[in-house]
């Protein structure tokens, strides 16, 4: 399919930026909505505060519930385009009773938990989503020019007001609290694991020390940028 030039930005350099697709991989999907607020796919809350890795974009294409196309290499295609070429046969009908263009650009922000290091990633295509990643790369770009590019905020998740041609809703919002830099101190290995005899040879046993990768999260966080 040959890529048209459009006029939206590059993604911002960063965690997750480079993969096939906007789900960043190893990550967890997270939602929002205005009758639960933040949370998992499978309803869990979010942590709160987090740290925001960064915003990228590409368009997708949805049919029968299901991705059918994406695209993330820059520049992306115009949509409009894109959906010249789809007959209105196949277009799907929205909830407002309407047809629903088939490809539309969707962007997606990177959270981290900075307790247990989990990454999170947040998709959608709604104008709330697309106000709440503009000002959250903004904010990056601006502060990453200052103080270079380890830096990231930490923000409290929560919600604004947004303003539509049906009156006033809620939309996405990350409350920049802080600014921390990444890279200032470093993670200790674990020891090395003991050896555990099995028959005839021997293989070294697994373990895991939450408490350990904890204080190494922490020491490594711990770097606040001053004002």
Sequence with gaps: MTQQTSNVP?????????????????????????ENGWHDRDGSAMPDPVIALGVRRGVRRWQNQELIEEI????????????????????ETGLNGEPQEPYKLWHAIYLLNPVDATVFSFLNCTVG?????????SSLRAMQMM????????CKLGDAPLKTRFGMKRRPHLEIVEWRTFGGATISAPPTPPKLTHG???R????????????GLDAALNDEIPF
């Design 204 to 215: 070294p046993a697994t373990g895991f020390d939450p408490a350990r990768v904890k204080a």
């Design 200 to 202: 005839a040879g021997e």
């Design 147 to 154: 103080r270079g590019a380890n830096a990231f905020p930490v």
């Design 72 to 91: 993330v290499d820059h520049p992306l295609p115009d949509c409009d385009k894109l959906n010249e070429a789809v007959p209105q046969s196949e277009w």
């Design 129 to 137: 989503i697309s106000i709440c990643a503009g000002r959250l790369e």
């Design 10 to 34: 590059v993604p911002t350099s960063g965690f997750g930026f480079t993969g096939p697709s906007l789900l960043a991989e190893g990550s967890v999907l997270c939602k929002w909505d205005n």
